[in-house]
């Protein structure tokens, strides 16, 4: 078996792949394109497995090219959709394409000089210069309408089905659009192969059929499956429906490692799989591991170490980790004066806050400020109690009656973490 199929089956990462595939894999070094459609300023991780894809293309010696659609991106993609995408406009296009360009070269090497160095393409590069009457005549003529209507992605949209919309012409399109774009880079680049999620197989095809028919060439297509939850539900968004961002100006990297440390034991035995480079033996080592001390977390701490430090840095997985450890305990008044203001917040969403005047901070009566000023106790004579039995802490240092509060202990300038046993967090912002 090629080293890159059997890479891909052991990780359970291929849903279809064209007979003869293999075959031209094992033949000669391949040049394969996987498309990203830049619908945001940034990809999120529903990427990371096609991006991962291409990263274990070139690894196995073979020359991955990633594409940009900044002509598709115009139309939209009708596969797995229930209605049309709302249309761009071009300066918006133009700015997401290069957000999208940047991200990539993190994950691929296209700086080399060796036969597989990874290659960078934006469809608009060759789809501009076509205009409708020629795309029609020397592309469209090669496939037919009902080739077209046969596809799953357009089946659908045409079914009735209660919540789908019909599809518009220009969506209609796109199939023919992705097909010709594996037909340029057939011809300008010798590509062989084109690789995608399991939604694409019908517009990957329809690439392969026009290749066949414009120009007697053989060209293949390979898919992997969507990745959804083990419960079934999809995969990609926060418990709050948020999606998780690549970028960390739109999802910090305290929250992406959150995301993955969060994974429940079903989910990280298959994330490990489909998301690290980890070997198979490394694996199914920490699987075992794993099983034996579920209690320990063991695949969802490599989980989320492995992919902070691919998505992001090893600097960033280290803050990550810091700062988990002081929401769960494991921390210092230091450590948490470390922190700048937007991590702090991160750390304790949720917590309830109350704004003191800083001038009350600095000279009221540690009583009253637990009290009357902020509320985190009922009373005086409670948080007399409280502090007597020496179960109240300010960032994370048990403190008695006799404490006051300083300017120095104010976290990032002007937070105060209160806490009542393990669990029971008050912040006090100073204004």
């Not at 209609?172 to 659009?177: D, E, H, I, K, R």
């Not at 109350?354 to 009566?365: A, F, G």
Request: charged letters at 25%.
């Amino acid at each position: 078996m090629n080293s890159f199929i059997e890479e891909l089956k052991w990780r359970g990462l291929i849903a279809d792949m064209m007979p003869g595939t293999e075959e031209q894999l094992n033949k000669e070094i391949t040049t394969a394109y996987i498309g990203f459609d830049p619908t945001a300023d940034s990809l999120h991780i529903g990427s990371l497995i096609p991006i991962k894809i291409l990263a274990h293309f070139q690894q196995h010696g073979h020359r991955p090219i990633a594409l940009v659609g900044g002509a598709t991106g115009m139309i939209g993609d009708p596969s797995g959709k229930s209605s049309e995408r709302n249309l761009l406009d071009e300066s918006t296009l133009n700015h997401y394409v290069q957000c999208i360009q940047q991200q990539l070269e993190k994950f691929l090497d296209f700086s080399s000089d060796a036969p597989n160095s990874a290659e960078l393409v934006n469809n608009y590069d060759w789809m501009k210069e076509i205009s409708f009457l020629d795309f029609a005549k020397d592309i469209g003529k090669h496939i037919t309408v009902n080739y077209m209507m046969s596809k799953d992605s357009v089946k659908k949209r045409f079914s009735g089905e209660e919540g789908v919309e019909g599809m518009s012409f220009t969506e209609f399109t796109y199939q023919l659009l992705q097909g010709y774009d594996f037909l340029h880079l057939y011809k300008e680049k010798n590509v062989k192969l084109q690789m995608g999620g399991s939604d694409q197989w019908g517009n990957i095809t329809t690439g392969s059929e026009l290749i066949r028919r414009k120009v007697q060439g053989t060209a293949y297509a390979l898919t992997v499956p969507l990745i959804t939850k083990s419960d079934g539900t999809k995969f990609g968004k926060s418990e709050g429906g948020e999606n998780i961002w690549l970028d960390p100006k739109r999802t910090s990297p305290y929250k992406f490692y959150q995301f993955w440390l969060n994974a429940t034991d079903l989910d990280a035995k298959r994330f490990i799989k489909f998301y690290t480079f980890l070997s198979k033996d490394e694996t199914e080592r920490l699987i075992k591991e794993h099983d034996t001390e579920p209690h320990l977390r063991i695949l969802q701490k490599r989980l989320a170490e492995e992919l902070t430090i691919w998505v992001h840095s090893q600097s960033e997985y280290e803050r990550a980790v810091k700062a988990s450890e002081i929401l769960f305990g494991k921390s210092t008044a230091e450590d948490l004066g470390s922190l700048d203001e937007q991590l702090f917040l991160e750390i304790f969403d949720g917590v309830p806050q109350k704004e003191v005047p800083l001038k009350d901070l600095l000279e009221l009566d540690i009583v009253d400020i637990l009290s009357t000023q902020s509320g985190f106790l009922k009373s005086k004579s409670e948080a007399q109690r409280e502090l007597t039995g020496q179960s109240i802490s300010i960032n994370k240092t048990k403190i008695d009656k006799e404490f006051q509060i300083t300017q120095k202990d104010l976290i990032a300038g002007k937070f105060i973490l209160l806490q009542k046993g393990k669990k029971n967090y008050f912040i006090i912002k100073a204004v």
